[in-house]
């Protein structure tokens, strides 16, 4: 299970973007490298290479993992609001058929002032 708080710390210690996917190297030996960095003006110590290291890797899992998350929230939440929706629209109907003995105007206001959002969104 992923630790969203430990995540965000990861990407904080990172360093800023944007970052750019430099073309591959082929070394003497055959050894390929594909460098992602950060382009600088000027040649500078990288204090936090090791923070980029772990972010990369780490971004492999923590990606997907919360994207698949965020997925699932936002289906939840069209789920919740067909709901609420389709509720509403039966409690509007129903109160419509109320006499004032069981809801009185300043409350069927309020039903309506509380429902009337669900049918904007």
Request: glycine letters at 2%; proline letters at 6%; aromatic letters at 8%.
């Amino acid at each position: 299970m992923r630790d969203a708080e430990k995540d965000l710390a990861l990407c904080e210690a990172a360093t800023p973007g944007p970052w750019e996917s430099l073309p591959d190297a082929v070394m003497a030996s055959n050894i390929v490298l594909r460098w992602v960095c950060q382009m600088y003006d000027s040649v500078d110590v990288f204090p936090s290479a090791a923070a980029d290291a772990r972010f990369i890797a780490e971004s492999r899992t923590a990606l997907p993992h919360w994207i698949q998350r965020a997925v699932v929230a936002e289906a939840e939440v069209e789920r919740l609001k067909n709901t609420m929706r389709s509720m509403s629209g039966s409690l509007i109907a129903w109160s419509m058929h109320l006499d004032d003995t069981v809801l009185t105007p300043l409350q069927f206001r309020e039903l309506q002032r509380i429902t009337k959002p669900l049918f904007e969104a």
